[in-house]
């Protein structure tokens, strides 16, 4: 479920181009490098996992709907936080709090600027909607840089966190997914 991703979001599918670096401006432009993604699904609702390919750039999401999930009680909060090269700590880059998850795919499917702003112009219903039914969802090639990080990034690690949660069920989360990549300049 790209509900799952950018999940949903987040919420795109695409591939980055096999190129070596770019440069604009005499600036290289950053690698991104998936280097973990950690997946839940609760059980009584939703059983998911994902699969980064061998080039670390994209990767997969599945996600098995076992319960439908209710159009009027979806909350999503989305937050990404960094570490900075020769930086100790992570500090936070922006948060996102308490968004119904349904009206904000709504307005996502209807609305070219925010589309824009996730570089995608795929219409996410085509992948999921509200109420989430009960089966299969399949995400391929979801890649992080495309959906999330503007190519001007600082090097650095960072880890973008997405949770649903049922506001009205009796667990507080149905699904998370934080996806933890390394942002770098390639070397000569």
């Known amino acids: 479920m790209k509900l799952l991703l950018i999940l949903l979001l987040a919420a795109s599918v695409s591939c980055l181009e096999d190129s070596d670096e770019e440069v604009i401006d005499d600036r290289p432009i950053p690698t991104v490098s998936?280097?973990?993604?950690?997946?839940y699904g609760e059980r009584k609702y939703i059983l998911a996992q994902a699969r980064i390919h061998e080039d670390r750039r994209?990767?997969?999401i599945h996600a098995n709907v076992i319960r439908e999930l209710g159009s009027n009680n979806l909350?999503?909060?989305?937050?990404?936080?960094?570490?900075f090269e020769n930086e100790n700590e992570f500090k936070k880059?922006?948060?996102?709090?308490?968004?119904?998850?349904?009206?904000?795919?709504?307005?996502y499917?209807?609305?070219?600027?925010?589309?824009?702003?996730?570089?995608k112009s795929m219409t996410l219903s085509e992948v999921i909607e509200c109420?989430?039914?009960v089966g299969n969802i399949s995400l391929h090639n979801v890649n992080m840089a495309d959906n999330v990080y503007p190519q001007n990034m600082v090097p650095g690690t960072y880890k973008y966190f997405l949770e649903i949660v049922e506001v009205t069920g009796d667990l507080p989360k149905v699904f998370a997914l934080q996806v933890t990549t390394r942002i770098y300049i390639k070397k000569e």
């Open 131 to 133: 109420p989430v039914r």
């Open 58 to 60: 994209t990767f997969d």
């Open 109 to 119: 499917n209807e609305n070219f600027f925010l589309r824009a702003f996730f570089k």
């Open 34 to 39: 998936v280097d973990q993604i950690k997946i």
């Open 93 to 107: 880059i922006f948060e996102l709090r308490r968004l119904d998850f349904c009206v904000w795919l709504t307005e």
């Open 75 to 83: 909350i999503m909060n989305v937050n990404m936080r960094a570490k």
